[in-house]
């Protein structure tokens, strides 16, 4: 049994899915963060998983001079076999602590490249990895230029933000302007961090997103397969749903596939389990990004159900220079999916409706809704659900429209109307 120290965590479904994870994989773990309240404050389950922690500590986990050496002194006590975290603000700190205690990992070169967009984009590009056409910007004058010379419309995005924060489709120079005040606006991120300041300009691809799902290790790189990805329409792209496998023509989804064993052997990244995003355009899969770490949104609970391979645990394998089993097997399930609520008015949560029958369906494996009371937003970004449904099937390419249907038949009334 190993011991593991997890530095930081995403606040929702991750900070639950990732200790069990850990757990399952044979090990343990102990948590370091800079603020314990941050995940207190928002526990939707008591005890809090991530109070399963052997040990917490608290350290300014923002402030990686200070903190090396913190880590190095609690190194020599407890012997840590590896590092990890769920959140991506945090992927850059752990491969630098791994690295400063002579432990396995990604690579700290390369975790940096795959977490700022703009670096992944000229790295995959001067590999051959097929991208759109894409520019980096700063001020508003390179910023016009860029976008003239890549045209209208085009999708504008911070180099260092995630769940879909600031990105927008854009169809002329006023548009942009206003995205770019935006994001210029938001300056420190969630946890604290200053932001980069650059802006990514990208050709838009039409056509349908997927994520692939793969571990490296070794050196070598799995595929475990490919995800189908539902997004709101623009000009936001918000992910609305999930169905693992993507019901894809074998040629579509092998060249899916390889795009994205590409982009991570591009990156140089091992002992990872990464979660790369691709749209399938006219002129065939585009790179959208590279995550150096398990997908959210419940994505590893749908290949779980499917495949039998737990992405948490297999994460929690490999930072400890492990080969996991990838062996698939049978779980009866041919076809997983989620979908999501996306409020878009803003009001208070009084009423839902249309969930009847949902506790006696074996198909509905798991679901959460917004607690009444719950103040509501229009969403922007990935972060603003009103709630899920998880269903799985026998059959292949069949969950997917089952979990939008029993959505669909869902109400949410606000106390200004249904949302």
């Known amino acids: 049994m190993g011991h593991l120290l997890m530095v930081e965590s995403w606040v929702g479904s991750m900070s639950s899915l990732l200790p069990a994870g850990i757990a399952d994989s044979g090990h343990r773990f102990s948590f370091l963060t800079r603020d314990l309240g941050h995940y ?6 008591h005890p809090h ?13 923002n402030d990686e001079a200070t ?32 690295a400063e205690l002579g432990l396995p990992g990604p690579g700290r070169a390369a975790v940096a490249d795959a977490c700022a967009k ?42 260092d933000l995630c769940g879909g924060m600031f990105v927008g489709l854009v169809a002329d ?40 799902e793969t571990v490296t290790a070794g050196g070598r790189t799995t595929v475990i397969g490919v995800t189908d990805k539902q997004l709101t329409g623009a000009p936001a792209f918000i992910e609305c749903g999930h169905m693992f496998p993507a019901a ?35 002129r065939g899969p585009r790179l959208i990004e590279v995550n150096p770490r398990p997908g959210g949104n419940r994505i590893t609970e749908l290949v779980r159900r499917v495949t039998g391979i737990d992405l948490t645990a297999v994460q929690a394998q490999v930072v400890t220079g492990a080969i996991p089993d990838l062996t698939p097997r049978d779980t009866g399930v041919a076809s997983a999916a989620v979908a999501f609520a996306v409020p878009d008015r803003t009001g208070t949560l009084t009423r839902i409706d249309g969930t009847d029958g ?21 969403a922007t970004d990935n972060n603003s659900y009103l709630g899920h449904v998880l269903v799985t ?19 949410f009334e606000l106390d200004g109307g249904a949302a």
């Open 358 to 378: 949902w506790a006696d369906d074996p198909r509905v494996v798991e679901h959460r809704l917004a607690d009444l009371g719950t103040a509501v937003r229009p």
């Open 173 to 212: 120079d006023d548009e942009l302007r206003a995205a770019v005040d935006r994001i210029a606006a938001f300056a420190v991120n969630a946890r604290g961090q200053r932001r980069a300041p650059q802006i990514l300009l990208e050709e838009c691809v039409d056509g349908p997103e997927f994520s692939v």
């Open 40 to 45: 207190l404050r928002t526990a939707t389950t």
């Open 118 to 159: 703009d670096r992944t984009r000229r790295i995959t590009r001067a590999a051959g990895v097929a991208g759109p056409e894409f520019a980096v910007a700063q001020g508003w004058d390179e910023i016009a230029v860029a976008a003239k010379e890549i045209g209208y419309p085009l999708v504008v995005k911070p180099v």
């Open 248 to 282: 894809l023509a074998p040629a579509d989804a092998t060249a899916i596939a390889e795009l994205a064993v590409s982009a991570v052997e591009a990156l140089g990244l091992d002992a990872t389990v990464a979660h790369t995003e691709i749209r399938l355009g006219a």
């Open 67 to 98: 903190l090396l050496p913190f880590v190095r002194d609690l190194h020599g006590v407890f012997g840590f076999d590896g590092v990890l975290t769920s959140c991506d603000y945090y992927l850059p700190t752990v491969a630098a602590i791994a």
């Open 393 to 411: 099937d026998e059959k292949p390419g069949t969950a997917g429209d089952l979990a939008r249907t029993l959505l669909a038949g869902v109400r």
């Open 49 to 61: 998983p991530l109070l399963g922690a052997e040990n917490v500590f608290t350290a300014e986990t």
